[in-house]
């Protein structure tokens, strides 16, 4: 039976395929612009200078200081640099981190961007950004910042290293696994969650034996367009809620986090959400969602458990109170006995319980 639902596509031009970031001073021009910022990450600042060098006179700038959790300091900084540069567009390269400033930096000026992602992050495909100030991360939705081009070349994620790729690539998969139980699921939606973890999850195991095998980094870019597109439409919950939780009490890696915790998330949601479970499991291959992502995980390469990522045992506690301490919409209620147990499974890093 089809579920009532409702659907509300959100604007945004997608361009895919190898070699498209040559196109990059024609999407500029699309978007009316005729003096473009480019931000990057100090550490990736050649993929800036890369941009700026395509868009000749286009180009007003670079900024290459963005900072992982977009600092409010941060873009304060990158605001003066639009200020006089004069620039009429943002371009923001890399991964979250060049994409959050960029859309930091749209919400305070309403500035048309385009992002080209490097990782599978998905951030590109929403209309959310996340911001620090004084160590506390908030959350806000606007439609100003959902970047207005998104360009995906699989030629920019050649070079991203396999630990990376692996945990970033299940960062995108748990976008896809909680669209599939959101209370405001919807069919295209969830089309798209099932066909991009099940790319997502044909490209990892090559990309980690192969880094640069270029038909699995499409597959995998391609399931990050997917399951990001998932992310900016419909609500998560327990993965995406305990996440955050778990990296800002802990200050965890963000991708790294996502992966560790996806098997133990799913396992205690899947007698409440069976629909959702069995099209994971389909999507994955596997008998079973739970064990499908516990073996997809394992077959990758990167930390296991909340252990190797550093948290403290007696986080364990600490943790489960306070993910239960703001409920929200899941298939299964939040209950401290089962929270406990979710953690202390992936801080053991064993099969989920
Ligand atoms: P990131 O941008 O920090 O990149 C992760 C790592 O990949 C870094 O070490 C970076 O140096 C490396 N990297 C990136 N591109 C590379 C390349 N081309 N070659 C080699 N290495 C490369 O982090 P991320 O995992 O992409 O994104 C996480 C951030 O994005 C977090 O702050 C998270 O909160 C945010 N995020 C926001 C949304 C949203 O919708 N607002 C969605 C997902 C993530």
């Not at 439409?233 to 778990?246: D, G």
């Amino acid at each position: 039976m089809i579920e009532p639902f409702r659907y509300e596509p959100k604007p945004g031009r997608v361009i895919f395929g190898a070699g498209r970031i040559a196109e990059v001073g024609k999407a500029v021009e699309e978007l009316g612009g005729k003096r473009a910022l480019v931000l990057s990450t100090a550490g990736h600042e050649s993929l800036a200078d890369d941009v700026v060098k395509r868009l000749g006179s286009l180009a007003a700038g670079k900024f290459a200081g963005a900072i992982m959790h977009t600092p409010v300091e941060t873009t304060d900084k990158a605001m003066r640099c639009v200020r006089e540069s004069e620039a009429d567009c943002i371009i923001a390269i890399g991964g979250g981190s060049s994409i959050g400033l960029g859309k930091a930096i749209a919400l305070r000026s309403d500035l048309p961007q385009i992002a080209i992602p490097t990782t599978y992050a998905g951030s590109e495909m929403t209309d959310i950004l996340g911001e620090t100030k004084e160590g506390a991360k908030t959350t806000l939705r606007s439609p100003k910042v959902l970047p207005e081009t998104v360009i995906y070349d699989v030629d920019l994620t050649l070079g991203l290293p396999p630990r990376i790729s692996a945990a970033s690539g299940m960062n995108a998969i748990a976008h896809g696994v909680e669209a599939l139980y959101a209370p405001d699921r919807n069919p295209v939606v969830s089309l798209m969650a099932e066909e991009g973890i099940r790319a997502l999850a044909a490209g990892l195991p090559t990309i980690v034996s192969s880094p640069a095998d270029i038909e699995a980094r499409m597959l995998a870019q391609y399931g990050a367009w997917l399951c990001g597109t998932c992310l900016g439409a419909v609500a998560m919950a327990l993965h995406h809620k305990l996440c955050h939780v778990l990296g800002g009490s802990f200050n965890l890696p963000h991708a790294e986090t996502h992966m560790v915790m996806l098997p133990y998330t799913a396992a205690y949601n899947a007698g409440a959400a069976a629909g959702a479970m069995s099209k994971v499991a389909q999507s994955l291959g596997a008998e079973d969602a739970v064990y499908g992502l516990y073996e997809l995980k394992r077959r990758l390469v990167g930390p296991l458990s909340l252990r190797d990522l550093g948290m403290p045992r007696d986080g364990i506690e600490r943790a489960a109170q306070a993910a239960c301490a703001n409920p929200y919409p899941n298939p299964r209620p939040l209950e401290l006995d089962g929270m406990r147990q979710l953690i202390a499974d992936a801080f053991a890093g064993g099969p989920p319980s």
